[in-house]
């Protein structure tokens, strides 16, 4: 079992930044890769960025890249999600994952093993 805590959310202003945190404990960290994911109201989740086990490798969806920065610190059983420039089209929940399968960085939700309870971003225009 993997607990999974997101940090760092809040409400901003369009083109401002936030930083998200994904503290993990139990399993070793290093054995899972990571994902953000995020849901708006009446959507689906939706993959946003994902970071393979050793943080050498990332990966992000087409609507944040050049904007969103994945990292991990497997020291510190964490992983980040830097947020700039951010946009009203940004606001949503934002869950932080893990995954055991044998795939360098899953996309897909179903894909992910354990979840975090989530944490809001709002951004206003």
């Known amino acids: 079992q993997v607990q999974l805590e997101e940090s760092g959310g809040g409400l901003v202003q369009g083109g401002d930044s936030l930083r998200l945190s994904c503290a993990a404990s139990g399993r070793t960290f290093s054995n899972y890769a990571m994902g953000w994911f995020r849901q708006a109201p009446g959507m689906e989740r939706k993959f946003v960025a994902g970071?393979?086990?050793?943080?050498?490798?990332?990966n992000y969806a087409d609507s944040v890249k050049g904007r969103f920065t994945v990292s991990r610190d497997n020291a510190k059983n964490t992983m980040y999600l830097q947020m700039n420039s951010l946009k009203p089209e940004d606001t949503a929940v934002y869950y932080c994952?893990?995954?055991?399968?044998?795939?360098?960085?899953?996309?897909?939700?179903?894909?992910?093993?354990?979840w975090g309870q989530g944490t809001q971003v709002t951004v206003s225009s």
């Open positions: 994952a893990a995954s055991g399968m044998p795939l360098p960085i899953p996309t897909m939700p179903a894909h992910y093993d354990f």
């Open positions: 970071i393979n086990r050793s943080g050498g490798s990332t």
